[in-house]
């Protein structure tokens, strides 16, 4: 029944090592968001693909990229991950970019060592 | 100042007691809002919409202030399994909507 599934949930890799993060939904939803979350903070949008168009946030660093092979499927890269990038890493989707209902998955743990 | 505010907490209540948390949002253009739930360590969840008219799921109540551009969240009758982080959501825009989420209101319910 799980709707939007993330993949690992939880991740550790080394300073600098580069690191995918894995989302996928069976809603056939067109929206699909990555948010960052610290502990103890709200959770700060990254980017969004509507479809295969991509929207990047203005302060999200050159470090995070993403791909959307398919509407099922987006992946999140850290290209070389800092100390600081440690979060909680939330996949959303929703039908469209008006005022929806977003759904999210698990989220992914990573720990930058 | 932030684009939306909320008392970090924590709230720490007897169960069974009432409580409720205010959003405060900057943005008087904004035009949905949402409150949703976070367990620790776990996702978002969507808690309830909010309309001008105030909505009621049994024993939560939201309400919007446009006026004084705050929503709130009443919690009757709490229960040891509303202990979580409630977090208000502002939607504003045009074409592509944003949401903005506040940091959360931490509530834990004491046996």
């Known amino acids: 029944d799980a709707m939007v599934i993330q993949n690992p949930r939880y991740q550790v890799t080394q300073f600098g090592k580069p690191v995918t993060l894995s989302c996928s939904q069976t809603?056939?939803?067109?929206?699909m968001y990555w948010y960052q979350q610290k502990s103890s903070q709200a959770p700060k949008l990254l980017f969004h693909y509507y479809d295969k168009d991509f929207n990047n946030e203005a302060d999200t660093p050159d470090n995070f990229q993403s791909r959307r092979p398919n509407t099922s499927f987006c992946f999140l890269d850290i290209r070389s991950p800092g100390l600081g990038d440690t979060a909680m890493y939330l996949c959303?989707?929703?039908?469209?970019?008006?005022?929806?209902?977003?759904?999210f998955g698990p989220g992914t743990r990573l720990l930058v060592l | 100042r932030k684009e939306v505010e909320q008392d970090p907490g924590p709230f720490n209540v007897p169960e069974g007691a009432t409580v409720a948390f205010n959003c405060t949002y900057s943005?008087?253009?904004?035009?949905?809002f949402f409150w949703y739930r976070q367990d620790c360590r776990k996702e978002p969840k969507l808690l309830m919409s909010v309309y001008s008219s105030g909505n009621e799921d049994g024993r939560f109540t939201a309400q919007l202030n446009r006026a004084s551009q705050y929503i709130s969240l009443l919690i009757r009758d709490s229960k040891l399994s509303d202990s979580a982080t409630y977090l208000c959501?502002?939607?504003w825009g045009s074409g592509t909507y944003k949401y903005i989420f506040g940091t959360g209101t931490r509530l834990k319910v004491l046996a």
């Open positions: 959501v502002v939607i």
């Open positions: 959303a989707t929703s039908r469209e970019t008006t005022q929806e209902t977003q759904y």
């Open positions: 943005n008087s253009a904004s035009q949905s």
């Open positions: 809603l056939n939803h067109n929206v």
